[in-house]
């Protein structure tokens, strides 16, 4: 249908707009099997990079990063992704080109996609060495051979429910050794989502999850039959109800004569959350700032009202900028830099210190990292020098990032450099000499003014210098013209015998 386009110039096809919609769809088939090539070719490269970054690793101790945690590092950069994706994508190439032998190949031959590939990975990560030959053997002879005419193959849970009989048969220990991993990678995870939502992922027992199903029915069922919400918004609530330790979901109804018992409901703890945003945002009304959006710890930017919503029933406190940020004035209106303050000596910092570098950073500040600013961990850009703390670097914001502990061991491994700049923004340079330049996220992040550089603050701005530069280039310009000018008044043509022009 078109050229063989898996190489240099990758996959390429012109749409014309008269193809049929049976064209179509061999067309996308023919597209999503030439995508399978080219990710397993872009798998086998990681596979060979994780080799690499593994063979030269030196362990240094407890703040050392391993083998995989660099190769994470350097392949979320360049893919612009975050580590625990890198990190499945190193697992899996991985597995391809050291176990998968045969579902490698048919992934290169078009036959397995990304996601099918995965499944398989998931599955066989137990079954012993001597034995996934056969499994993969076994498997891919199902996933090829449809059982009945126009089957289109194995996907999903038929495809995992396929691989667990077939280890069942082949190696039965590999069964009971997936129970046990799954119940030691047991996890709840909550991911940022849009518009001020958040999303619950987890992996439990399963008799646990039904427990847990059952009781927050119980609880969306516990309001009378004058509430407005919906069933699954009543669920989704429920949910707060148990985090507050209550035992009921109140009712919305507002009638005096509601038959629900309150007596169950009881607060054990408030949850602590951070939310940063401006005091214009907090008063709200007509005046300027009201609609400026506010930042959630471990979330990002929401809107002015839902910021609102959230501090009608919390603790509020202002954030100080501590001495050692703040510009003050030499009398003459000109900026100056801030003193060093005796805090500066100190290996901690303070708790307005801590407040004012987390809210500038807003998250770990390392490339496409998303663990909250509160999670993180306060790191010395020059490092502190303990036997004599007047020699090293200073507890001040200026020489304070926030990464979380990943990276923050990333950071001391030595494998990368790290620049701090005047505009809070951060120049990491990989291994392989790659650089990438990060800023904070936080709320305040783009609208102080830059950390002062050593030396202090410059005395124009980037516009000035622009215009002094022109200025300087046009006068050089004018020169060298009025030198070739003189030049050409001096300079005398002999044409000889030759008429003009000569």
């Not at 590999?174 to 992922?201: H, K, N, P, Y």
Request: glycine share 10%; net charge neutral.
């Amino acid at each position: 249908m078109f050229d063989d386009g898996v190489g240099s110039s990758g996959t390429a096809a012109q749409l014309s707009g008269a193809e049929s919609d049976c064209a179509l769809i061999d067309l996308i088939a023919d597209l999503h099997a030439r995508e399978s090539m080219l990710v397993e070719r872009k798998l086998a490269a990681i596979a060979e990079f994780f080799e690499r970054r593994s063979a030269d690793h030196t362990d240094n101790g407890a703040w050392s990063s391993t083998a995989h945690e660099l190769a994470e590092a350097e392949l979320g950069a360049a893919l612009t992704m975050g580590r625990a994706a890198a990190g499945k994508l190193i697992g899996l190439g991985f597995s391809l080109k050291t176990r998968l032998h045969r579902t490698r190949a048919a992934m290169a031959r078009g036959e397995l996609d990304l996601y099918r590939v995965g499944l398989i990975d998931s599955a066989t990560a137990n079954v012993a060495d001597d034995l996934i030959d056969e499994v993969e053997r076994q498997l891919l002879e199902k996933i090829s051979a449809p059982p009945m005419p126009g089957g289109t193959g194995l996907t999903g849970r038929r495809l995992t429910a396929a691989i667990d009989r077939i280890v069942a048969v082949v190696d039965p220990e590999g069964i009971r050794e997936r129970r046990r991993r799954a119940l030691a990678d047991r996890f709840v995870g909550v991911s940022a989502a849009e518009d001020g939502m958040a999303r619950i992922l987890g992996s439990i027992p399963a008799e646990e999850a039904r427990a847990f199903d059952r009781r927050l029915r119980e609880l969306a069922m516990s309001v009378c039959r004058h509430d407005s919400r919906k069933y699954e918004q009543r669920r989704a609530d429920a949910l707060g109800a148990l985090v507050s330790g209550s035992t009921i979901l109140p009712c919305d109804c507002g009638l005096d004569e509601c038959p629900q018992d309150r007596s169950g409901i009881v607060v054990v703890r408030r949850p602590l959350v951070h939310v940063v945003m401006l005091e214009s945002t907090l008063q709200g009304g007509d005046g300027p700032g009201a609609d400026e959006p506010a930042h959630l710890d471990g979330y990002g930017v929401i809107s002015a009202e839902h910021a609102r919503d959230i501090a009608a029933g919390a603790l509020i406190r202002k954030v100080k900028v501590p001495a050692d940020a703040a510009l003050e004035s030499s009398g003459e209106g000109e900026p100056v830099p801030p003193p060093v303050v005796p805090s500066a000596s100190v290996y901690r910092p303070g708790a307005v210190l801590d407040t004012w570098v987390r809210v500038i950073a807003g998250s770990c500040q390392w490339l496409h990292c998303d663990v909250a600013a509160w999670n993180s961990d306060l790191d010395h850009t020059e490092p502190f020098d303990h036997r004599d703390p007047n020699r090293g670097g200073k507890t001040v914001a200026s020489n304070l990032s926030a990464y979380c502990r990943n990276h923050h061991r990333l950071k001391h491994s030595g494998q990368w450099l790290h620049i701090s700049n005047p505009d809070r923004s951060v120049m990491l340079t990989s291994p392989t000499g790659h650089c990438y330049r990060t800023r904070p996220s936080g709320l305040l992040a783009g609208m102080l003014e830059p950390v002062l550089p050593e030396g202090g603050r410059r005395r124009r701005t980037r516009l000035e210098n622009k215009a002094s530069r022109v200025r300087g280039e046009r006068r050089r310009q004018r020169i060298r013209m009025h030198r070739r000018m003189k030049k050409a008044q001096r300079r005398t043509f002999d044409g000889g015998d030759d008429p003009p022009p000569f």
